[in-house]
């Protein structure tokens, strides 16, 4: 008997966890045409930091010969990381404001009242925002390595920079989904966006950390954004090794996993409420 019924929960469990992964796939899909199918909001988080870019070259490419200032081939290879992240940040604001309006129109409580895993929910959601982030650092790169942004770590660095900008999609989005199930409201998300802009203009996106003194090297050394950047610029920067390697893709991973587990937290607090 008790064989049998470990066998018929083994089963059981093989079944639920089945079931949670085509949950999970299916929203996954949804959210992810979601974004193709509205490029006002694709268009957005990628024009705006290519116009960064290049705006950011014209105005500051003299200053990689500042003591301090790593060496480089141009300013676009030293801005290309910061290029990356930020448009995987603005990416990413718009996937959990989407949350946020299935909360409001009534969709998030009709999965609830179907035999739907909870976390596929989550997990669903953020699976648009991570595809969304790889192909953008896919696109930054392909975009900015004709006008001097090379990737010291070739085509092998490309690809872990693409791992890297679906990590850091993933972080901050789930940051940002733990406002949308805290709030219910896309407006506060969509209020989190000039947080982030400050956020990041107090990192080290746009110049080494090296070069900065007093206050702001303090807070740009505590900003978490500096590290996601750092991160990504040491393949841009030093070519490929372990050690670049690993910060890239290490430092959002461990981001990300903080970030799941607030999530996580709220929306269990959410479904305690409901």
């Known amino acids: 008997m008790t064989s049998t019924a ?8 093989q079944r639920s966890s089945s079931a949670a992964i085509r949950q999970t796939l299916a929203l996954a899909k949804r959210s992810t045409l979601e974004l193709f199918r509205q490029p006002a909001l694709v268009v957005p988080s990628i024009v705006f930091p ?9 105005s500051f490419g003299k200053t990689t010969s500042l003591p301090g200032f ?14 990356i992240t930020q448009g995987v940040l603005f990416g990413s604001v718009t996937g959990a404001a989407a949350l946020a309006t299935d909360i409001e129109n009534g969709f998030f409580d009709r999965l609830l009242a179907s035999p739907t895993s909870r ?19 896919a ?3 392909l975009v900015l390595l004709p006008f001097g942004a090379d990737v010291s770590a070739g085509v092998p660095g490309i690809i872990a920079m693409i791992i890297s900008g679906a990590l850091i999609a993933l972080a901050v ?13 896309s407006e506060a998300v969509q209020g989190t966006f000039p947080l982030l802009f400050i956020l990041l ?16 090297k303090t807070v740009a050394g505590l900003n978490p954004i500096s590290h996601l950047v750092e991160g990504l610029r040491a393949l841009s920067l030093e070519g490929f090794s372990v050690s670049a390697t690993a910060r890239a893709i290490l430092v959002p991973m461990a981001i990300a996993i903080v970030a799941l587990y607030i999530a996580s ?8 409420a409901n």
């Open 6 to 13: 470990t066998l018929v929960n083994d089963v059981s469990a």
């Open 265 to 272: 937290r709220q929306l269990h607090a959410r479904l305690r």
């Open 50 to 58: 290519l116009f960064f870019s290049f705006l950011g070259n014209s």
């Open 119 to 137: 976390l596929s929910i989550l997990f669903g959601r953020l699976a648009g925002s991570v595809l969304f982030g790889a192909l953008e650092t």
């Open 139 to 141: 696109v930054f790169v």
């Open 173 to 185: 989005g789930a940051l940002m989904s733990s406002v949308a199930l805290k709030t219910g409201s």
């Open 201 to 216: 203009f107090f990192s080290s996106a746009f110049f080494p950390r090296e070069t900065m003194s007093g206050v702001y």
């Open 70 to 83: 790593p060496k480089v081939n141009s300013y676009l290879q030293f801005q290309l990381a910061g290029t």
